[in-house]
């Protein structure tokens, strides 16, 4: 929802990785940034009308970004799209970073204007696979922001450690980055990202997908 420069670029990005796409705005003039390339559908209207969420296949939609210039807009477009129509994912664009805490404790991510990069982006919007950030120079080893699944909420970060082999280098909490404790309990919101080995990610990513294990 939203056909400016950022929500024009995550379009393109999104097709690039094989995705179906649509974009909705409410002036046609936007579509013209998303290129002569771009094989998606185009939906003009306001994008947290029901109808037109409708008329661009929220119904079946996996995953929704607003990224439209209005704050209320973007949060209203990702709320009814969680809570009307059942989409699990969506990522809402806020200008006001002050407000990121309020939208984010009703369970609607956000990422702030200033920090936006389209890689933050698409980590919210499609949050299965992991995503490495940073690599060692020999590319063996990484830290990556690896998907947990729900089930491990309230669970300290070590049990997470202890499960995967790997080490907790950070994770963010209402937008902000901290660096865990061994107290420190994975909460709902939460995005943890894990120093591993690049050929061990898919194994952990496994066991984090799942329920934590349990220890008779």
Same mark, same amino acid.
């Given at each position: ?23 909705? #705005? !409410? ?7 998303? @290129?002569?390339?771009? +094989?998606?559908?185009?939906?003009? &209207? ?8 409708r008329e661009a296949g929220i119904e079946g939609a996996y ?45 609607i991510p956000t990422v702030a204007t200033v920090k936006w990069?389209? #890689? !933050? ?7 299965? @696979?992991?995503?490495? +950030?940073?690599?060692?120079?020999? &590319? ?39 660096l865990p404790k061994p107290e420190t309990i994975f909460q ?29």
């Open positions: 929802m939203g056909c400016g420069r950022v929500g024009a670029s995550l379009a393109r990005a999104l097709q690039r990785r094989g995705h179906d796409i649509a974009v909705v #705005d !409410q002036d046609d003039a936007a579509f013209t940034r998303l @290129g002569p390339n771009f +094989e998606g559908r185009t939906v003009t &209207g306001i994008g947290f009308d029901r109808d037109t969420l995953a929704l970004a607003a990224v439209s210039s209005g704050d209320n807009s973007n949060i209203l477009a990702a709320r009814v799209a969680r809570e009307t129509f059942g989409v699990e994912h969506v990522v809402a664009r806020i200008y006001d970073p002050g407000r990121a805490e309020i939208y984010q404790r009703l369970g990069t389209s #890689d !933050q982006m698409l980590r919210r919007l499609l949050p299965q @696979g992991h995503l490495p +950030e940073l690599t060692d120079p020999s &590319g063996q080893v990484v830290i990556a922001e690896v998907p947990v699944d729900p089930r491990w909420i309230g669970l300290p970060l070590t049990a997470i450690e202890m499960a995967t082999g790997t080490r907790v280098a950070y994770y963010t909490r209402l937008g902000e980055g901290a709902e919101g939460d995005f943890v990202h894990l120093a591993a080995r690049r050929d061990e990610l898919i194994e952990i990513e496994r066991i984090l997908d799942g329920p934590p294990p349990v220890h008779e």
